[in-house]
């Protein structure tokens, strides 16, 4: 049979177990807690498969490779004797040699089956032909765990059995006195059955760290339950992709730090079918503590939306918060989380190209960072093709960047909706649902960009449903004196935060071919004229101190007065590149530095001195504030 098309539904629910029925659809089976594996069952695409986690993919052959190891030419040999097709002896296969077996016996000893390993990696089952010779079809024989008059004596004497994956863990374990099981045929092959041989018994199920093994630990959980009095699930730590007990112990691991770790593994309860999520009383300090995009304001993996009025700076804002997370920066003076970003932008998107370079030069970027624009618009409306091909070019940019996307930003909604109305609730409620997929499928933070309405005091534009949604909201407006304001509407998981006081500062690019200047803006911090800082001062550190000092001698020595009305008349300004060249003379950074880490590092004081109002900056030229000079 050629066509192994055909056995993709059969091999897939062989090699993975069961499938995630909730992401699951029709002529597609997902696996895993995340659905990460997708099996096309039907259809087009019928007989392939594709793992979004690791970023391959391929046909039955290959699904069978992954799952089980060695060759195609093992994968055929494994179709062959699983679902009959035309059988190959082991005796007639190439390059094959018998490198371990291991015996399934009954409770009075006697050997049932055996399962023989061989190299190239494969597995067989064969069982006595009654001759002194060894039958290789096992149809029809009882299945029993391995080591079974073991594992019977150690239940009898009350002892507790842990339940791995491979024999050959059973074996590594059995050497350090602890009784183990497993059943022949791997992942997904445990008999319903076998939870008679443990009632009132006490087990500890060790899953392989992949997906196929924490099923298989759910798969073996369930038919323990109502006999075993106690169950419970050791996922061990510091795992490798893949890696299962034997791993654990090659690193170290000892028997008492195996019963140890057993006695502190939480008690197994039964995968409840549920329609809506849910955390069991006690579980709630399982949960990871909650981590921070942008320290206090942003959520690592939430919602949130930048709002603003037309030429207020909203987009300009939510750029200047991109590339500071793409580099790693403090944005207004709050630690940030670095990471990729995903930044899409459905109108106008020569004019980010440029916001892009001005942001690259006036604030000493770097030349490559985990940054991409989508000069496009994306439907999150109308049906799932807009949201299907989104999170499937961000997990293709996660493996370009080779770091986690950490931010998605969709500027504005108004282009993101399709054919929906901004003023229906239930017509946002479908974009908030798209957005959320976004997040649970890329763990990313998601960003909106949206419009105010005319009204001010309304809030966004159209419906509400879109703050009701958003785990945080950052309302922005400018005044007519130029100073814009990005005020926290809403922050679910954060205390009353301050405005952020910013200007757009000019910055030139060239000149076009009629001689005009070509320029941007970029988002500058507001002086401290503009916005007061703490009475007592902030606590500087050394790189601060430095910076603060050679802005002094700088200004001292080589300021100009009247460069920029944004200064006092008073106040010397000087340029930015001539502080910075005092700032290295007098060791901000280590003279032995790459170039790019000097540039950040000086820009970095810079920002925080800006932000803390102690300077002031205006394109170009920087000065000490007044009441500081």
Same mark, same amino acid.
């Given at each position: =049979?050629?066509?192994?098309?055909?056995?993709?539904?059969?091999?897939?629910?062989?090699?993975?177990?069961?499938?995630?029925?909730?992401?699951?659809?029709?002529?597609?089976?997902?696996?895993?807690?995340?659905?990460?594996?997708?099996?096309?069952?039907?259809? +087009?695409?019928?007989?392939?498969?594709?793992?979004?986690?690791?970023?391959?993919?391929?046909?039955?052959?290959?699904?069978?490779?992954?799952?089980?190891?060695?060759?195609?030419?093992?994968?055929?040999?494994?179709?062959?004797?699983?679902?009959?097709?035309?059988?190959?002896?082991?005796?007639?296969?190439?390059?094959?040699?018998?490198?371990?077996?291991?015996?399934?016996?009954?409770?009075?000893?006697?050997?049932?089956?055996?399962?023989?390993?061989?190299?190239?990696?494969?597995?067989?089952?064969?069982?006595?032909?009654?001759?002194?010779?060894?039958?290789?079809?096992?149809?029809?024989?009882?299945?029993? @765990?391995?080591?079974?008059?073991? =594992?019977?004596?150690?239940?009898?004497?009350?002892?507790?059995?842990?339940?791995?994956?491979?024999?050959? &863990? $059973?074996?590594?374990?059995?050497?350090?006195?602890?009784?183990?099981?497993?059943?022949?045929?791997?992942?997904?092959?445990?008999?319903?059955?076998?939870?008679?041989?443990?009632?009132?018994?006490?087990?500890?199920?060790?899953?392989?760290?992949?997906?196929?093994? /924490?099923?298989?630990?759910?798969?073996?959980?369930?038919?323990?339950?109502?006999?075993?009095?106690?169950?419970?699930?050791?996922?061990? @730590?510091?795992? +490798?992709?893949?890696?299962?007990?034997?791993?654990?112990?090659?690193?170290?691991?000892?028997?008492?730090?195996?019963?140890?770790?057993?006695?502190?593994?939480?008690?197994?309860?039964?995968?409840?079918?549920?329609?809506?999520?849910?955390?069991?009383?006690? &579980?709630?300090?399982?949960?990871? +503590?909650?981590?921070?995009?942008?320290?206090?304001?942003?959520?690592?993996?939430?919602?949130?939306?930048?709002?603003?009025?037309?030429?207020?700076?909203?987009?300009?804002?939510?750029? &200047?918060?991109?590339?500071?997370?793409?580099?790693?920066?403090?944005?207004?003076?709050?630690?940030?989380?670095?990471?990729?970003?995903?930044?899409?932008?459905?109108?106008?998107?020569?004019?980010?190209?440029?916001?892009?370079?001005?942001?690259?030069?006036?604030?000493?970027?770097?030349?490559? *960072? @985990?940054?991409?624009?989508?000069?496009?618009?994306?439907?999150?409306?109308?049906?799932?093709?807009?949201?299907?091909?989104?999170?499937?070019?961000?997990?293709? /940019?996660?493996?370009?960047?080779?770091?986690?996307?950490?931010?998605? *930003?969709?500027?504005?909604?108004?282009?993101?909706?399709?054919?929906?109305?901004?003023?229906?609730? !239930?017509?946002?409620?479908?974009?908030?649902?798209?957005?959320?997929?976004?997040?649970?499928?890329?763990?990313?933070? $998601?960003?909106?960009?949206?419009?105010?309405?005319?009204?001010?005091?309304?809030?966004?534009?159209?419906?509400?449903?879109?703050?009701?949604?958003?785990?945080?909201?950052?309302?922005?407006?400018?005044?007519?004196?130029?100073?814009?304001?990005?005020?926290?509407?809403? *922050?679910?998981?954060?205390?009353?935060?301050?405005?952020?006081?910013?200007?757009?500062?000019?910055?030139?690019?060239?000149?076009?071919? &009629?001689?005009?200047?070509?320029?941007?803006?970029?988002?500058?911090?507001?002086?401290?004229?503009?916005?007061?800082?703490?009475?007592?001062?902030?606590?500087?550190?050394?790189?601060?101190?430095?910076?603060? !000092?050679?802005?002094?001698?700088?200004?001292?020595?080589?300021?100009?007065?009247?460069?920029?009305?944004?200064?006092? +008349?008073?106040?010397?300004?000087?340029? *930015?590149?001539?502080?910075?060249?005092?700032?290295?003379?007098?060791? =901000?950074?280590?003279?032995?530095?790459?170039?790019?880490?000097?540039?950040?590092?000086?820009?970095?004081?810079?920002?925080?001195?800006?932000?803390?109002?102690?300077?002031?900056?205006?394109?170009?030229?920087?000065?000490?504030?007044?009441?500081?000079?």
């Amino acid at each position: =049979m050629s066509d192994f098309a055909d056995l993709i539904n059969e091999v897939a629910l062989a090699l993975c177990g069961k499938p995630n029925t909730r992401l699951s659809k029709a002529g597609e089976l997902r696996f895993g807690t995340n659905g990460s594996l997708s099996v096309k069952i039907d259809g +087009p695409e019928k007989g392939t498969f594709y793992d979004h986690e690791e970023g391959v993919g391929g046909g039955v052959l290959d699904l069978v490779v992954k799952k089980r190891g060695g060759d195609k030419r093992t994968a055929r040999e494994w179709l062959d004797r699983t679902f009959g097709l035309d059988p190959l002896p082991p005796q007639m296969a190439t390059n094959r040699r018998e490198v371990a077996h291991y015996a399934y016996v009954d409770e009075a000893g006697e050997v049932l089956s055996e399962v023989v390993r061989f190299e190239p990696k494969d597995f067989r089952q064969r069982r006595p032909d009654g001759a002194g010779g060894w039958d290789w079809k096992v149809k029809g024989v009882r299945q029993v @765990p391995y080591r079974l008059p073991e =594992m019977l004596d150690a239940l009898d004497s009350g002892r507790t059995v842990f339940i791995v994956e491979g024999e050959k &863990d $059973v074996d590594r374990l059995k050497a350090l006195g602890i009784t183990a099981t497993c059943n022949a045929g791997g992942a997904g092959k445990w008999k319903a059955e076998f939870g008679d041989f443990f009632r009132h018994a006490s087990v500890v199920i060790i899953p392989d760290n992949d997906d196929a093994g /924490h099923d298989h630990a759910e798969l073996v959980a369930n038919s323990l339950e109502g006999r075993a009095d106690d169950i419970r699930v050791l996922d061990l @730590p510091d795992l +490798p992709r893949k890696g299962d007990v034997s791993d654990w112990l090659d690193k170290g691991g000892t028997a008492e730090a195996l019963h140890r770790l057993a006695d502190l593994a939480p008690r197994w309860r039964a995968n409840v079918k549920t329609r809506l999520p849910f955390v069991w009383y006690g &579980d709630e300090d399982n949960e990871p +503590p909650l981590s921070w995009l942008v320290k206090g304001a942003l959520v690592n993996g939430g919602l949130s939306s930048i709002f603003g009025g037309p030429g207020t700076s909203k987009t300009f804002l939510a750029l &200047d918060l991109a590339l500071c997370v793409a580099h790693g920066r403090e944005w207004f003076g709050r630690r940030v989380t670095m990471g990729g970003v995903v930044y899409v932008t459905g109108e106008g998107s020569s004019g980010l190209r440029q916001r892009m370079k001005a942001w690259r030069r006036e604030n000493a970027g770097a030349a490559h *960072v @985990p940054f991409v624009m989508v000069p496009t618009s994306v439907n999150l409306f109308d049906d799932d093709t807009g949201a299907d091909a989104l999170i499937s070019d961000v997990k293709a /940019h996660t493996l370009a960047m080779e770091t986690p996307v950490r931010l998605i *930003v969709l500027d504005t909604l108004s282009r993101m909706i399709g054919s929906g109305d901004e003023d229906k609730a !239930r017509d946002i409620n479908v974009v908030v649902q798209r957005a959320e997929r976004l997040q649970r499928e890329t763990g990313a933070h $998601v960003l909106i960009v949206h419009h105010s309405g005319k009204d001010r005091d309304r809030g966004m534009r159209g419906s509400n449903a879109l703050l009701g949604a958003v785990d945080a909201a950052i309302e922005v407006t400018k005044h007519d004196t130029g100073l814009c304001e990005a005020s926290f509407a809403k *922050v679910k998981d954060g205390g009353d935060l301050d405005a952020l006081r910013y200007r757009l500062s000019k910055s030139v690019l060239g000149v076009d071919e &009629d001689g005009e200047e070509i320029s941007s803006c970029v988002v500058c911090p507001a002086d401290a004229s503009e916005g007061a800082t703490k009475e007592s001062g902030p606590r500087l550190t050394n790189a601060e101190t430095i910076g603060l !000092r050679a802005l002094t001698e700088a200004m001292a020595e080589v300021g100009q007065q009247g460069v920029t009305n944004r200064a006092p +008349p008073d106040v010397t300004p000087v340029t *930015v590149e001539t502080w910075r060249e005092y700032a290295y003379r007098l060791g =901000m950074v280590d003279n032995d530095a790459k170039a790019d880490a000097k540039r950040q590092a000086f820009y970095r004081v810079r920002q925080k001195l800006q932000v803390l109002g102690i300077i002031g900056v205006d394109g170009e030229w920087a000065w000490l504030a007044k009441k500081n000079s």
